[in-house]
């Protein structure tokens, strides 16, 4: 079990060096970090000094070890537009973004399963028809447009919930803030994070649904029923459990995928995370935060990697036996 | 009384370009403790009567006509709750494939216990009391260690045990044993084959035991029924329909038992195919391969009929 953890954090290692090289290569082709700092009217010996405090005229591999190195302490420079550490930008915008996808995915997950299941047992009902048909609308539907349309219905015409902003935050600990502890910050949430879920959640539910009739074809639903078992045990026991394998995946992957892109959500509902924050930064071209954002990205995926592995395991009797 | 009567059981398939009689009013009936072989060629609708009994029917397939008794009930016409209740606890099934019918997740212990559970009021540890009694008594070893192991956990074999054990777990007095051993290794089969054999009749369980091997049947069963393209072709006695097949596809089925005695006055093996479903030719089916065909036989379709020992679907045994 262990030696599993270890063997995949090892096998994490050179997909971290390769998104690392990137992230530190972001320095050299993109833009010119000097002229942006320095500004247009610095003399030669100005970018010079500069250059040199930025570590800019040294070999390039020292270059990319040195900034591995800080990397692997947390240090990834001032961000160069408001000049402060971009740890601690990025910091101060994780909370705000977890807690959208993590929202954005349980609801997706709770709705979308559920949804699935139904869909797949009652194939040929009026609202199994209608909910693949909706689904449809939520697969296609670009989240921007999504956004917009609820706020416009929610917020512009009902006057039900608030059209951007995370509401009042409270701080958990050293670094962590949350909106929860408030009803203006749980409404703040909803519509950001129906518009961040709902492509997850159709897609689990067709997933779902498609997983679902495929398994109960299989002989081994036929004899649970041939034993006289309920259909509540047969559909949400049996069958459901064997379909999880490939769902854990999709939901793994989509939930790196929800906070990688949450930006376009982000800017839709000006929501104070990391992607407004990496939306902010590409427009100035600030490197370091755009560098670190990769980074954090890929650690990210790294970890949900891991986790899928490790629900696998627990789910599967049969790769326990393997390993 | 018989246990199970089935009379003029009619399944049909909706289907695009028409409707597809699979089963065309099948009749037999099966005793307390008997054991009936259902032998035919594959797609004759051996399984398909065996899913009917028990109201599995995959869709679009239904029955269209005819009724099914079970201890002097009409099950045909039963809603899906109480024939769920039949189902494992009075009417047990046995599947082909032991490596495909268990459930990969759920440890074979959980699977007895649900299921003995489902059906009989049970606490967690009779129920599990009762599961290593049934391992032990289709012959896995150290069951009180393997309750807890998954079915990829098991050979073949012992797989198949594990199926017998969770269709007779809840005591049934019947079982539809669907090609039992059709997917296992030769050398296993027999056992198999034994052990159901042993246990429904400690139990006195009824069998309807459905097989292409008439070896098989001639070993096991009671009296046997030959299935040729969604029809009974003929039933009897198992010696009578050995030694003295009344209808010629069942003579032909005999001729390739390799372990019986030789007959040399036997006809040999029969040509052709069964025909499909949506081409079923007119009066007997059998008649485009039929050695002994006459004229009758292309124009009347014939129900059972008495012949000696046995009864047959053939214009052969006609006494009018
Ligand atoms: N879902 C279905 N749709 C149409 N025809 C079917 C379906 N299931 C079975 N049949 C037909 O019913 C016939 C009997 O099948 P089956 O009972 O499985 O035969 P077997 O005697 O080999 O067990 C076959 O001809 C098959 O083509
Ligand atoms: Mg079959």
Redesign the pocket.
């Known amino acids: 079990m262990f030696g599993f953890i270890g063997s995949r954090l090892l096998q994490a290692i050179p997909v971290l060096l390769v998104v690392g090289f990137i992230a530190f290569a972001l320095f050299d082709y993109v833009g010119d970090p000097v002229s942006i700092l320095a500004g247009q009217d610095a003399t030669a010996a100005q970018r010079l000094a500069l250059s040199h405090d930025l570590g800019l005229d040294q070999p390039f591999f020292v270059q990319y070890g040195r900034f591995l190195w800080a990397a692997l302490h947390g240090n990834f420079g001032n961000s160069y537009r408001v000049a402060q550490p971009v740890a601690n930008l990025l910091a101060e915008r994780l909370p705000a973004t977890l807690e959208l996808a993590i929202t954005a995915s349980v609801l997706a997950f709770a709705i979308g399963v559920p949804m699935g299941v139904y869909t797949g047992i009652h194939r040929d009902s009026f609202l199994s028809r209608l909910m693949m048909a909706g689904s449809l609308i939520g697969v296609s539907l670009p989240t921007f447009l999504l956004g917009i349309l609820l706020i416009l219905a929610f917020s512009v015409g009902l006057g039900w919930l608030p059209s951007f902003g995370r509401g009042p935050v409270v701080h958990v600990g050293s670094w962590w803030t949350t909106g929860f502890t408030s009803w203006a910050g749980i409404r703040s949430l909803i519509l950001p994070a129906i518009t961040l879920g709902m492509f997850q959640m159709t897609l689990i539910m067709r997933l779902v649904r498609a997983e679902m009739l495929e398994v109960l074809r299989t002989d081994y639903i036929k004899f649970a029923r041939a034993r006289g078992l309920t259909d509540r045990s047969i559909n949400f026991g049996h069958a459901l459990k064997n379909t999880l394998v490939p769902v854990i995946t999709i939901i793994g992957l989509q939930f790196g995928g929800i906070v990688a892109f949450s930006l376009v959500t982000e800017t839709v509902f000006q929501w104070p995370g990391m992607g407004l924050l990496l939306v902010q930064s590409v427009a100035v071209a600030d490197i370091p935060v755009m560098s670190a954002y990769l980074l954090l990205i890929a650690l990210v995926f790294v970890m949900i990697n891991l986790i899928v592995d490790l629900l696998y395991y627990a789910v599967d009797p049969r790769l326990r036996a393997r390993r | 009384m018989a246990l199970l009567d089935v009379v003029d059981l009619t399944v049909e398939?909706p289907?695009r370009r028409g409707v597809?009689r699979?089963l065309d009013r099948v009749s037999f009936s099966i005793d307390a403790g008997e054991i009936l072989g259902v032998v035919?060629?594959?797609?004759?609708?051996?399984?398909?009567?065996g899913a009917a009994i028990v109201g599995l029917l995959?869709r679009?397939?239904r029955v269209a006509g005819g009724q099914i008794l079970f201890e002097g009930k009409r099950i045909d016409t039963l809603s899906a709750e109480p024939l769920r209740r039949i189902r494992g606890r009075r009417i047990g099934m046995i599947f082909q494939d032991p490596l495909t019918t268990l459930n990969p997740l759920y440890t074979i212990g959980r699977q007895l216990t649900e299921t003995m559970q489902t059906h009989m009021r049970l606490s967690d540890s009779e129920a599990r009391t009762k599961a290593i009694g049934w391992l032990d008594r289709v012959g896995i070893p150290a069951a009180a260690q393997r309750i807890d192991a998954y079915p990829h956990e098991f050979s073949g074999g012992q797989r198949q045990r594990v199926v017998i054990a969770l269709a007779l777990c809840a005591d049934p007095v019947l079982v539809i044993a669907?090609e039992p051993t059709t997917a296992l290794d030769v050398s296993i089969q027999a056992q198999i084959i034994t052990l159901l054999k042993d246990l429904t009749r400690d139990h006195g369980t009824a069998v309807m035991l459905?097989t292409h091997d008439m070896g098989v049947i001639a070993e096991t069963a009671d009296r046997v029924a030959v299935?040729y393209a969604?029809r009974i072709a003929e039933i009897g006695p198992v010696a009578a329909v050995i030694r003295h097949p009344a209808h010629p596809y069942s003579d032909g089925l005999m001729a390739s038992i390799p372990s019986l005695e030789h007959r040399v006055d036997r006809l040999r093996q029969i040509d052709g195919a069964m025909p499909?479903?949506d081409a079923i030719p007119n009066g007997c089916r059998f008649n485009p391969r039929c050695p002994r065909v006459f004229d009758r036989c292309t124009t009347e379709q014939p129900e059972l009929l008495d012949a000696g020992a046995t009864r047959a679907a053939c214009w052969l045994h006609a006494h009018d």
Do not use: W
């Open positions: 398939f289907t597809l699979a035919g060629e594959s797609g004759a609708g051996k399984s398909l009567t995959e679009p397939g669907d459905i299935m969604g499909r479903l």
